[in-house]
Nanobody, 126 residues
């Protein structure tokens, strides 16, 4: 398969918005779930949002109602709309994909995804 390539990160003021994109996400055969993750420490990533083949979405509690994950299967693209941004969600955001069929409880677990992009930085200032 090819690569996952994120874009759209940047620096914004608290309350602002960004839209992250990930290309290459939907073109691989057998992909069951796509997700966005945020690096919280050098070795730890946490799940932000996920979406499956049927557009069923899952969100972390801290972003529910403010972030929206979506996909465009025709373009093989994954998106994350980030609204009402707060400084505490700053970090490097990664898109990821998996061929595993994950239960709802596992869809925000980073260890369940085997394909990763290189990340895009989001910085929110107060």
């Amino acid at each position: 398969q090819g690569k996952l390539v994120e874009s759209g990160g940047g620096s914004v003021q608290s309350g602002g918005s960004l839209r992250l994109s990930c290309l290459g996400a939907g073109y691989w055969p057998g992909i069951a779930h796509l997700g966005w993750f945020r690096e919280v420490t050098e070795k730890e990533r946490e799940g932000v949002a996920s979406i499956d083949l049927y557009d069923k979405t899952t969100y972390a509690a801290e972003v529910k109602g403010r972030f929206t994950i979506s996909q465009d299967n025709g373009l093989g693209a994954l998106y994350l709309q980030l609204n009402s941004l707060k400084p505490e969600v700053s970090g490097t955001y990664y898109c990821a994909a998996t061929r595993r069929d994950l239960p709802l409880s596992s869809r925000l677990g980073p260890t369940n995804y085997e394909f990763w992009g290189q990340g895009t930085q989001v910085t929110v200032s107060s």
